[in-house]
């Protein structure tokens, strides 16, 4: 059983940063890609970045270029967003997701997800 949970969500000012975690647990088997997904209150849930097994391969949405970085720890099982430069729009429940196969922006094919930490960005 895989399990994934994130936390280090919270309230921050515009411009501010924030650092999301989420501890892996349970099986794989084959090295997992990762990934970061968000939902704002009323929206369908959307893409914000991946990342391979290995670290070596990252993918974002353009709406975070270049302000987020996602990276991973597999000796800790351990997944992260820094997220900096945030803004009001930014505001939304994270998800952090595995899947078996490589990393894939389409969302019904990841496999596991956590159940989310809410970021709000004040302006």
């Known amino acids: 059983q895989v399990q994934l949970v994130e936390s280090g969500g919270g309230l921050v000012q515009a411009g501010g940063s924030l650092r999301l975690s989420c501890a892996v647990s349970g099986r794989f088997f084959s090295g997992p890609a990762m990934g970061w997904f968000r939902q704002a209150p009323g929206k369908g849930r959307e893409f914000v970045g991946l990342i391979n097994w290995s670290g070596g391969t990252t993918d974002y949405a353009d709406f975070v270029k270049g302000r987020f970085t996602i990276s991973r720890d597999n000796t800790k099982a351990m997944l992260y967003l820094q997220m900096n430069s945030l803004k009001p729009e930014d505001t939304a429940v994270y998800y952090c997701?595995?899947?078996?196969?490589?990393?894939?922006?389409?969302?019904?094919?990841?496999?596991?997800w956590g159940r989310g930490t809410q970021v709000t960005v004040s302006s």
């Open positions: 997701a595995a899947r078996a196969g490589g990393p894939v922006r389409l969302i019904a094919l990841w496999d596991y």
